[in-house]
């Protein structure tokens, strides 16, 4: 049974960072692509940065040079390391991973199939 859960959200001041985390569990996180996704109440779910089968990485133009996205295959874990965080950046995260036909990470949230369930990042300024 493919299993996702994200930690390491909390609140932190605007210029603060934060370290998301993603387990998986039930498959190799190494054979799939893998990506960051963040939504909030009055905006929908975007894609923050994504990750390829051969480790290939890719961001949303408003997030590049802050965050990075990086996958720990032994541990079947995947990061986004948040720097520089600003009020904007406030959103629930979400890892997800795609089916193993993609070998280049999708854009869109509709072509993955497994969810973790969302940890929150509070950035106040």
């Known amino acids: 049974q493919v299993r996702l859960v994200e930690s390491g959200g909390g609140s932190v001041q605007a210029g603060g960072s934060l370290r998301l985390s993603c387990e998986a569990s039930?498959?190799?996180?190494?054979?799939?692509?893998m990506a960051w996704f963040r939504e909030t109440p009055v905006k929908e779910r975007e894609g923050v940065a994504t990750?390829?089968?051969?480790?290939?990485?890719s961001y949303a133009d408003s997030v590049k040079g802050r965050f990075t996205i990086s996958k720990d295959n032994v541990k079947n874990l995947l990061y986004l390391q948040m720097n520089s965080l600003k009020s904007e950046d406030t959103a629930m995260y979400y890892c997800?991973?795609?089916?193993?036909?993609?070998?280049?990470?999708?854009?869109?949230?509709?072509?993955?199939?497994?969810w973790g369930q969302g940890t929150l990042v509070t950035v106040s300024s």
């Open positions: 990750i390829d089968r051969d480790g290939s990485k």
């Open positions: 997800a991973a795609a089916s193993m036909s993609w070998v280049v990470a999708p854009s869109g949230p509709d072509e993955y199939k497994f």
């Open positions: 039930g498959f190799t996180s190494s054979g799939f692509c």
